[in-house]
């Protein structure tokens, strides 16, 4: 089993629908980061959280350590949200990130 | 600045050639490591570094090396390039923020024939 899981794996939206992609953990954790990646592009993180609740204009990021859960949220989805977000944790020493193997989201016009 | 900066962007290399793939950057960062993405297999930590003069390894060290004279450079070295490192190789920087801030570079696609 995969220390972290992601759901779903492939996510097809109307533009203006309300998105979430959720990622699952079995390992401790000090923090959890989401990451967007576009089609043949670099990385980029959005959150990175331990705890709670954070907001960036039209994206909010929610964990529950207890729960060993947390999920990405897009509201009013544009086409350009469409990319890949990957969710990674601290799950060792010196800040090495496990990975999820990301959602493909494509939002359409 | 620059941020996290990789050369060359992408590569074509024959089995059995060796060659390195460049990575700095100018945020004065301690932690450096390399990650590969091959489909379906999400990232996976390659070799990563806590500060200049030390290294350790991640999941999948085998086939690659890397050092870390400065703060800036952390390199990866492909010794005998083999078809299964045909993926993207990204390199990252970090540091400590009541967790890791992650910087990643543009990233290498690289093809070993």
């Known amino acids: 089993k995969n220390e972290v899981e992601q759901s779903p794996q492939n996510l097809t939206a109307q533009e203006g629908e309300f998105i979430t992609i959720n990622c699952s953990y079995s390992?401790?954790?000090?923090?959890l980061h989401w990451l967007q990646q576009h089609p043949g592009g670099g990385i980029v993180s959005l959150f990175m959280?331990?705890?709670g609740k954070k907001k960036h204009g039209r994206l909010i990021a929610t964990i529950n350590i207890q729960e060993k859960h947390s999920s990405l949220h897009i509201t009013a989805s544009h086409p350009r949200d469409s990319a890949v977000y990957i969710c990674?944790?601290?799950?060792?020493?010196?800040?090495?990130?496990?990975f999820g193997k990301g959602t493909k989201l494509s939002v359409k016009p | 600045n620059a941020g996290v900066t990789q050369t060359p962007k992408f590569q074509v290399l024959k089995t059995g050639q060796s060659m390195t793939l460049q990575c700095a950057q100018d945020m004065n960062h301690e932690y450096m490591s390399w990650y590969r993405q091959d489909p379906g297999m999400g990232l996976r930590l390659i070799h990563y570094?806590?500060?200049?003069?030390?290294?350790d390894q991640g999941e999948v060290p085998n086939g690659y090396n890397v050092s870390r004279s400065t703060t800036e450079d952390f390199p990866l070295r492909l010794l005998s390039a083999a078809p299964s490192q045909t993926s993207v190789y990204f390199c990252?920087?970090?540091?400590?923020?009541?967790?890791?801030?992650?910087?990643f570079g543009p990233g290498t696609r690289l093809t070993v024939t």
């Open positions: 990252a920087s970090s540091y400590w923020t009541g967790g890791y801030e992650q910087y």
């Open positions: 990674a944790v601290h799950g060792g020493s010196q800040g090495n990130l496990i």
């Open positions: 390992v401790g954790i000090s923090a």
């Open positions: 959280l331990s705890s």
């Open positions: 570094s806590v500060g200049a003069g030390i290294t």
